[in-house]
């Protein structure tokens, strides 16, 4: 697999603030979800990766090209699609898209013509000669979209492109953003909304306080339970718990009446029937426990607080 | 339409085949300014401003022709350089009204909409960024300043150019041409600077309003109680300016009354405005190095 960018021991600071503390990650292509709180780093690491900041040490290398003086090359090779609106609202979409384009050094003609293609592509095609101060908020997103494409990048840095998305036109965004990738364009999303990590993304990229805190598959971090069921039995949850404990298994309450059950290792559902015919329980409701990323995300992110006062000093944390 | 329906596929073209990308900004920055109505419409009066002195050069030459028939030809000498003073010092006010209309957002709109992020989101440097702005305003403002120079310098070397004097009135064309070209890099380089400091563009225009207005104002209350010294011209944009062009057409100025020629001016007065334009271009240079050197990792 490709490699899209390495970083060893990335620090950046900003007066006495230290943004990113030492990152050390390798990135393979594919779609990556860029997750963490706010003041996390997440916009301080796109810009590094753009090659935008002059690091304090460390070392980065993206798309091949090592930063910060391959940055213009880099920046040629990948498509930035910034949070906020940046636009002329003077200038039609047309004008907006090839301007991006010519200024990726594509030529004037060539840029004019793929202005109107992407333009098509991310659904805009009715809309491309309108001012885009006349634009919904959902046509500025995939304006931005079309900009950040209209050059052929092999990267995309996606940052929350579905901010005041309605629910439909989160929808047709993250469709959009899967079709990207399925035409080879590797996908970074940076995004707050986890939700739209797991419906787009293969792999996960955690940061806190300017620390990557995990970086590996989504199916990973959320299947690590699949021997886990939810139960909650009509009265006597108490005595069930008791027995499943008894077993082996491991119980944690939750919400009320509902156990959490870890069965212990070779063990199936039946383990759990079994130990409630024994105890004279009976089972009124029992599905395997899906782990969302949001509680995958949120018990990961506990972690690095409980590790945090041996790991804050900076120094590399996670080896990929 | 629906979403991808198109057969979209990536561009795999050359990304080095473009056009440079301060020319890029420049000619998208000169777009914008003239995508505005009034940039167009206020063309009108100021090409009214240029015809007008059209006409004066065919009164000039029909004046001169019928107080010189029977008489040798005027001498080139005899071109006193006022015509092409008072071209060229119309041009900066013109110009800086143009600048007023429609050149004063050209960064402050940038920071405004924010596409200061979209500009360094792409190989672009910094240098690129402010050549291609610098060069946008230069072409905009070479509208009403370079451009009617040659338009009308041309019809008036045609209309000299039977007579003795075309030698001199070509020189003082090319003087102005040279004049105006010094001129918009100056007005450029201050709006440019006027316009980093906020993202604001109704504060720019304020700004650059009160720059040229307000020590004109002072050097004609100055000018108006030390009469006779040259000195408070210098207060003033416009008036070291005006000075400038002096030394670039060879007008010596107009007699004080009770005199026939126009007194010597003071020596200070031959370089002191060429080192007032050097002073305020390179602040304002300097005001864009120190407003760039902030953008790190802007996008």
């Known amino acids: 697999m490709t490699v899209l960018f390495e970083l060893h021991n990335v620090r950046k600071n900003y007066g006495d603030f230290t943004a990113l503390k030492g990152l050390t990650v390798k990135v393979e292509e594919g779609k990556i979800g860029l997750l963490g709180p706010n003041g996390a780093g997440k916009s301080t690491m796109i810009k590094a990766l753009l090659g935008l900041l002059q690091f304090e040490s460390g070392e980065a290398t993206v798309l091949g090209h090592r930063l910060p003086e391959g940055g213009a090359t880099v920046r040629r090779m990948i498509g930035y699609m910034p949070e906020n609106d940046c636009y002329i609202p003077r200038m039609s979409a047309v004008e907006y898209c090839t301007y991006a384009g010519r200024l990726c050094g594509m030529p004037k003609g060539d840029a004019f013509q793929r202005a109107h293609e992407t333009l098509h592509y991310v659904g805009l095609g009715e809309a491309r000669y309108r001012k885009l101060g006349q634009f919904s908020t959902g046509m500025k997103q995939r304006v931005k979209l079309a900009q950040a494409l209209i050059h052929g990048p092999s990267l995309v840095f996606l940052d929350e492109p579905t901010n005041g998305l309605d629910p439909e036109g989160r929808d047709q965004m993250l469709e959009l953003i899967n079709d990207v990738a399925r035409r080879g364009i590797s996908v970074m999303l940076s995004t707050h909304l986890l939700y739209d990590v797991e419906q787009t993304c293969d792999r996960a990229l955690l940061l806190n306080r300017g620390q990557i805190i995990h970086y590996g598959a989504i199916s990973d971090m959320t299947d690590d339970r699949k021997n886990n069921f939810q139960v909650r039995a009509k009265e006597g949850s108490d005595k069930l718990a008791a027995e499943l404990r008894k077993r082996g298994a491991t119980i944690e309450e939750d919400r009320g009446a509902m156990l959490l059950v870890t069965l212990p290792k070779e063990e199936n559902s039946a383990f759990i029937f079994k130990a409630a015919k024994d105890c004279g329980v009976q089972i009124r409701h029992m599905v395997p426990y899906q782990m969302t990323l949001e509680t995958a995300f949120l018990n990961i992110l506990n972690d690095s607080k409980a590790e945090a006062p041996a790991t804050r000093r900076g120094g590399p944390v996670v080896e990929v | ?299």
């Open chain 2, 1 to 299: 339409m629906a979403i991808r329906d198109q057969g979209y596929t990536r561009y795999e073209g050359d990304l080095t085949a473009g056009s440079p990308t301060w020319w890029v900004v420049a000619s998208n920055g000169f777009s914008l300014q003239w995508a505005y109505v009034r940039s167009k419409l206020l063309l009108f009066p100021i090409l009214f401003v240029f015809l007008l002195f059209v006409f004066a050069t065919f009164g000039e030459r029909v004046l001169t022709n019928y107080f010189m028939s029977g008489q040798p030809a005027a001498q080139p000498d005899e071109i006193s350089g006022f015509y092409e003073f008072a071209f060229g010092y119309v041009q900066i006010w013109i110009l800086a009204l143009y600048f007023t209309a429609s050149g004063c957002g050209v960064i402050a709109e940038d920071l405004r909409f924010k596409t200061i992020q979209l500009y360094f989101s792409k190989p672009i440097t910094k240098t690129d960024y402010i050549v291609g702005k610098f060069m946008s305003l230069v072409m905009f403002g070479g509208l009403v300043t370079v451009l009617p120079t040659i338009l009308v310098g041309g019809i008036r070397m045609m209309i000299f150019a039977p007579s003795e004097s075309f030698g001199s009135v070509a020189l003082k064309v090319g003087g102005v041409v040279a004049y105006d070209i010094v001129l918009l890099c100056l007005f450029s380089l201050i709006v440019m600077a006027l316009s980093a400091l906020t993202s604001r563009t109704g504060y720019v225009v304020l700004a650059w309003a009160g720059f040229m207005l307000i020590p004109s104002l002072v050097s004609t209350i100055v000018d108006l109680v030390r009469k006779g010294e040259e000195w408070p011209e210098l207060l003033s944009v416009a008036g070291t300016m005006g000075l400038a062009l002096q030394s670039l057409v060879d007008f010596k100025g107009i007699p004080q009354p009770g005199q026939l020629a126009p007194a010597p001016p003071p020596d200070y007065m031959m370089w002191a405005p060429w080192l007032i334009i050097v002073a305020l271009g390179s602040a304002a240079v300097g005001v864009l190095y120190w407003r760039t050197s902030k953008l790190e990792g802007i996008a």
